[in-house]
Nanobody, 120 residues
Framework: VQLQASGGGLVQAGGSLRLSCAAS????????MGWFRQAPGKEREFVGY????????YYGDSVKGRFTISRVNARNTMYLQMNSLRPEDTAVYYC??????????????WGQGTLVTVSS
């Protein structure tokens, strides 16, 4: 199984960016897929997840109302649309997949990460 995150870059505060996570190697219809981030010197932070089967989403408080997770089943691809970006959103963003949220977090499949830098 491989997860390939892409789309990171440099953006000004208030701007937008869309990350992609392309998944391959198995069928993900019963999985949850999520986004996490880690800023320099900080702990990994949960961003949000999407249930692959029904599209149900859940977000961390720090991104709620600004970030949106979606997926295209036919492409096995998950997206993270980030709007109203802030300097504190600067981090390496990782995508992950698992059978449950707990399993995804602890021992699921993880991508390599993509760096998002938000300038003030």
């Amino acid at each position: 199984v491989q997860l390939q995150a892409s789309g990171g870059g440099l953006v000004q505060a208030g701007g937008s960016l869309r990350l992609s996570c392309a998944a391959s190697g198995r069928t993900f219809s019963r999985y949850v897929m999520g986004w996490f981030r880690q800023a320099p010197g900080k702990e990994r932070e949960f961003v949000g997840y999407i249930s692959w089967s029904d599209g149900r989403t859940y977000y961390g408080d720090s991104v709620k109302g600004r970030f949106t997770i979606s997926r295209v089943n036919a492409r096995n691809t998950m997206y993270l649309q980030m709007n109203s970006l802030r300097p504190e959103d600067t981090a390496v963003y990782y995508c992950a997949a698992g059978i449950t949220i707990a399993q995804m977090t602890s021992s699921g499949y993880w991508g390599q990460g993509t760096l998002v830098t938000v300038s003030s």
